[in-house]
Structures are given as structure tokens and as C-alpha cells.
């Protein structure tokens, strides 16, 4: 079962594929976004990985939380589930 990453603290100018980047280091990353401004089409400083399984999604919060990427350290946490609007 594939489970889903928080990732905060983002530089505005990371992208998608940046994160595929880093987090296959800890394992396969079935998917990786960073979550866009409708109004001006920018960066909100935050995204989701989604890992392939628990345990590589473990790995990666122990390893890549507090990591350097793009000159900021990125906050690594599990994602909760949405809420209802």
C-alpha cells in the first residue's frame, strides 16, 4: 500500500521532479507534486510524495526530514487524510 508524504517548507522554485530526485533515495516515489497558487501560479511552499509502501515512507521521514534542499530545510512528515470542504 503506498503512503503519502507531507512535505513543507519548500523554496518556491522546487519542482515535482526535484522531489522524485530526492526522495528516491529512500525509496520508489510513486508520485511527487507541489501544490500551486490558482491565483498567480506559484509555489505555496509545500507538496506530496506518495512512497510505494510504509516501510520506504518510514525511511524517508527518518532520513529526509530536516534535509537540505534548495538552500532550506524541508519539513518531512506523514500526510493526514483530507478534510471534507
Given at each position: 500500500m503506498a503512503a503519502k508524504l507531507f512535505i513543507g517548507?519548500?523554496?518556491?522554485t522546487v519542482t515535482g521532479d526535484d522531489l522524485k530526485t530526492l526522495f528516491a533515495q529512500a525509496g520508489?516515489?510513486?508520485?511527487?507534486?507541489?501544490?500551486?497558487?490558482?491565483?498567480?501560479?506559484?509555489s505555496r511552499g509545500f507538496g506530496f510524495v506518495e512512497m510505494s509502501s510504509d516501510e520506504e515512507a518510514k525511511k524517508a521521514i527518518?532520513?529526509?526530514?530536516?534535509?537540505?534542499?534548495?538552500?532550506?530545510?524541508?519539513?518531512?512528515?506523514?500526510?493526514?487524510?483530507?478534510?471534507?470542504?
Open positions: 517548507n519548500l523554496d518556491y520508489t516515489v510513486v508520485d511527487a507534486v507541489v501544490i500551486m497558487d490558482k491565483m498567480t501560479g506559484r527518518e532520513t529526509l526530514n530536516g534535509a537540505d534542499l534548495k538552500a532550506r530545510k524541508i519539513n518531512v512528515n506523514e500526510a493526514k487524510p483530507q478534510e471534507a470542504r
